[in-house]
């Protein structure tokens, strides 16, 4: 009898042991998990904005008005080959050139991996975010494709300065599926960043 004693007490004490460090460790993963996805939310939240401007800025000195132009044409081109709509320059009362460059829709992504490319380079909805024009969430959509467009007005300044002005470039795509429209919303400002550093290089080493 004291044997059967002696072992029930024995086994219920293994249990409570294996069934609180059972416990202890689901409580550490849980906390270890909820520590991961507040760090990976709270760095999601501060860089969401990060490339986002209104505008874009860009002055190069001692580069022919003309060898700039051909850099913004050719940094278009080298997002799959997309063309820039015919545009002229004007010149002012004082004899310094501007012109307007509008690219066309320049696709970046088709297929199944359409919408996952779009949310790299678009504002997605987001507590900071609110206010902008965001990429849909639209359950059960089906998307064509994502384009970009961009808006460049070029300027002399002076005879040795040219300044670059890029507006915050339109991201669109078409829902094929549930709403069959094309819609619209704002880039997250990396395609600006890339675009623009680029044509800096281009104009530079002509």
Known sequence: MK?????????LLLSFTIGTSALL???EEEDIESEYYEDDEEVYEL??????????????KN???????DAIIEAIYEINACAVI????K?????????VIKSDYCIFAMGDTTYKSMEQYSVLTNKETIGHKCLPFIPGSRWKNGRVSFKFVVK???????TILLKNA????????????????????IFETNIMARIKEIAEGK
């Open 91 to 99: 010149v002012n009362d004082e004899g310094f050139q501007k012109q």
């Open 25 to 27: 460790a689901q409580e």
């Open 63 to 69: 580069i022919m008005f003309e060898d700039v132009v």
């Open 156 to 162: 002399e300044i002076d005879d040795e300065t040219i």
């Open 170 to 189: 339109e991201i669109s795509g078409k829902d094929e599926k549930v709403t069959n429209k094309v819609h619209f919303w704002e880039s997250n400002g």
């Open 47 to 60: 860089d969401i904005l990060e490339f986002w401007q209104e505008k874009y800025n860009l002055e190069l």
């Open 3 to 11: 044997k059967f004693i002696s072992y029930f007490v024995m086994m």
């Open 86 to 89: 015919p545009s002229s320059p």
